[in-house]
T-cell receptor, first 113, second 112 residues
């Protein structure tokens, strides 16, 4: 089945450590996104990539980094510079339908202790 | 800049009652509009979308929404609420290429 996988589902890290969240898709989608979700704040865009080897900052990119070396993969690194990293992180992609419908992964809940 | 407003962070209805979740958007051009549902600790799932054509859009799980250009609205409805409808619902509008602008979400609570 085609879809987006995110791993792990739950992640715990100590303060000051960098951590990388995985996002893989087998939908052959070009564009991929990372969102952060906090209670009552909806979805906030961290980074997005429209094509391999290219990505742009979203609204809250500070303290995060990404890479897009393969079409299928768009990992997100939460660095120690991110002041409040505990949140639910969602990865999404857009297909070729032309209407910008986004397909989502199951999410990773990151807790920094 | 485009924006999406969802009226009410929480909406509570009795099981079997009408569900109405409100969404208003600002857009200078005909938009693409979406409703997504999110269950706790899960990703978002598309309920329905409006792109072109018929303004009344039917989605999954018995939900539907009507695009009203004059009111810049895309409210989500379901005639009879079920306990399994308890979730958070997000409205979104397509902005420039490859971007969605998101509402803050509405948590739907179903009372037995």
């Amino acid at each position: 089945d085609g879809g987006i996988t995110q791993s792990p589902k739950y992640l715990f890290r100590k303060e000051g450590q960098n951590v990388t969240l995985s996002c893989e898709q087998n939908l052959n989608h070009d564009a991929m996104y990372w969102y952060r979700q906090d209670p009552g704040q909806g979805l906030r865009l961290i980074y997005y990539s429209q094509i391999v080897n290219d990505f742009q900052k979203g609204d809250i990119a500070e303290g995060y980094s990404v890479s897009r070396e393969k079409k299928e993969s768009f990992p997100l690194t939460v660095t120690s510079a991110q002041k409040n990293p505990t949140a639910f992180y969602l990865c999404a992609s857009i297909g070729a339908s032309g209407d910008n419908e986004q397909f989502f992964g199951p999410g990773t809940r990151l807790t920094v202790l | 800049a485009q924006s999406v407003t969802q009226l009410g962070s929480h909406v509570s209805v009795s099981e079997g009652a009408l569900v109405l979740l409100r969404c208003n958007y600002s857009s200078s051009v005909p938009p693409y509009l979406f409703w997504y549902v999110q269950y706790p600790n899960q990703g978002l799932q598309l309920l329905l979308k409006y792109t072109t054509g018929a303004t009344l859009v039917k989605g999954i799980n018995g939900f539907e929404a009507e695009f009203k250009k004059s009111e810049t609205s895309f409210h989500l409805t379901k005639p009879s609420a079920h306990m399994s409808d308890a979730a958070e619902y997000f409205c979104a509008v397509s902005d420039r290429d490859y971007q969605l602008i998101w509402g803050a979400g509405t948590k739907l609570i179903i009372k037995p």
